[in-house]
């Protein structure tokens, strides 16, 4: 038809083909990306929406201010929904990809981050109770098994953990403070 529209309420990453006649809308409260043909990811969620541009150019616009900001490769936009604002600036994080394509890329990252990011691509959770505020890890993890990433986590910070329900428990590590 005259367009291509999609709803979207959470992540999803995008890659699309250039269709001056018919162009790529994506839905998703009271924002709209428009885009002009290029890869890129969007997270959306009830506080606004957040878009990450890998390749081409993308456009955020917030309906009800008749608002908009354009993206280029490497740029980050979002839109706070309660505060009626958008924020820009460069992607600096490099595993922004992660939760779709399980590849980590961590250099000096604090274990707590190390975390969220693994929670997100697997569905086994990892968790802890314990003060890992100065661990911090130095590793690369392409699409591997949760157990392997765990084995090599415990390699690298000295940690020992448990198997769960849910997942795993981390229950020491050599970095812990207490």
């Keep these: 038809n005259k367009s291509r529209v999609v709803s979207l309420n959470g992540k999803a990453f995008f890659d699309i083909t250039r269709n001056e ?41 917030a309906q009800e ?14 839109w706070n929904r309660q505060l009626l604002k958008f924020y820009h600036s460069q992607n600096e994080d490099k595993n922004f990809m992660s939760w779709a394509t399980g590849r980590f890329d961590f250099e000096d990252t604090n274990l707590r981050e190390v975390l969220v990011k693994l929670n997100e691509f697997y569905p086994d959770s990892i968790e802890t109770e314990l003060n890992i505020a100065s661990c911090s890890l130095t590793a690369t993890f392409n699409n591997q098994p949760l157990s392997e990433v765990m084995e090599e986590l415990s390699i690298a910070l000295g940690l020992k953990y448990k198997k769960t329900n849910s997942g795993y428990l981390i229950t020491e590590t050599a970095c812990t403070s207490r």
Excluded: C, H, M, W
């Design 21 to 61: 006649d018919a162009p790529f809308i994506i839905e998703s409260g009271s924002e709209r990306v428009r885009v002009l043909g290029t890869s890129f990811s969007v997270d959306t969620n009830d506080e606004g929406t957040k878009v990450i541009v890998a390749t081409g150019s993308v456009q955020l616009y």
């Design 65 to 78: 201010d008749d608002q908009s900001l354009r993206l280029s490769p490497g740029e980050v936009g979002s």
